[in-house]
């Protein structure tokens, strides 16, 4: 089960840092990501991490404002979101998959394990 949290209300400019915890296994040898949905859109890709080796990628919209880490001791991954914009605005969503392949790693359906929501809401 994952655990989504960190959303809020903040302006532009702003900093929030979402936390998606796993409990009852570990991420080991999976790709946790974080996409999201804003109000009359279809889900999109945000972000992902390679458990195992740390690497991490991002969709073009927030390379160099998002940063997603891992700690390995607390079983849970974080997206640090800085300077956000009115266009980050969206329910983001943290998602693990097994034995996912890099050319996968951004498409939802590749997903099997799905945390609740959590809402951004950047102000202008």
């Known amino acids: 089960q994952l655990q989504a949290s960190g959303g809020g209300l903040v302006q532009a400019g702003d900093s929030l840092r979402l936390s998606c915890a796993a409990s009852?296994?570990?991420?080991?040898?999976?790709?946790t990501g974080w996409f999201r949905q804003a109000p009359g859109q279809e889900r999109e890709f945000v972000a992902a991490?390679?458990?195992?080796?740390?690497?991490?990628y991002y969709t073009d919209s927030v390379k160099g404002r998002f940063t997603f880490s891992r700690d390995r001791a607390k079983n849970t991954v974080y997206l640090q979101m800085n300077n956000l914009k009115p266009e980050d605005t969206a329910v983001y969503y943290c998602?693990?998959?097994?034995?996912?392949?890099?050319?996968?790693?951004?498409?939802?359906?590749?997903?099997?394990?799905w945390g609740q929501g959590t809402l951004v809401t950047v102000s202008s």
């Open positions: 998602a693990a998959a097994q034995g996912i392949i890099t050319s996968s790693i951004g498409i939802s359906s590749s997903y099997a394990y």
């Open positions: 991490i390679m458990w195992d080796s740390g690497s991490t």
């Open positions: 009852g296994r570990t991420f080991r040898r999976f790709a």
